[in-house]
């Protein structure tokens, strides 16, 4: 059973900085081979897929992809040694705040069913912007 746990949240200013990590079990291959995403959830809000990173085999590559509200301020990336992913978020707006979820649908590639139907997803972890 695949599982995912996101952890790196916390209460941060307006203009500061989260890392947020991306670790998972019962996967038969390392984290790398699958993409990996990350939506959040406000309270009262639709779920918003934020970011994707897709395989970093083959065609896929690694290739990334942002929502408009967060890019040039979040970057996905992968620690191949580490076995994560990670969600580096910079200068963070109070419209930031939600829980952040990772997910994956165990594909190889980025798609809406990376956020909106996956596979497995972790518990959240709780991202607050706020002075």
């Known amino acids: 059973q695949v599982q995912l746990v996101e952890f790196g949240g916390g209460l941060v200013q307006p203009g500061g900085s989260l890392r947020l990590s991306c670790a998972a079990s019962?996967?038969?291959?390392?984290?790398?081979?699958?993409?990996i995403g990350w939506f959040r959830q406000a309270p009262g809000k639709e779920r918003e897929g934020v970011s994707c990173i897709s395989s970093a085999d083959g065609s896929s590559d690694g290739s990334t992809s942002y929502a408009d509200s967060v890019k040039g301020r979040f970057t996905i990336t992968r620690d191949k040694a580490k076995n994560l992913v990670y969600l580096q978020m910079n200068s963070l707006k109070p419209e930031d705040t939600a829980v952040y979820y990772c997910?994956?649908?165990?594909?190889?590639?980025?798609?809406?069913?990376?956020?909106?139907?996956?596979?497995?997803y972790g518990q959240g972890t709780q991202v607050t912007v706020s002075s």
């Open positions: 019962g996967l038969a291959l390392p984290l790398e081979h699958i993409a």
């Open positions: 997910a994956t649908d165990g594909g190889t590639y980025c798609s809406g069913n990376t956020y909106y139907t996956p596979l497995a």
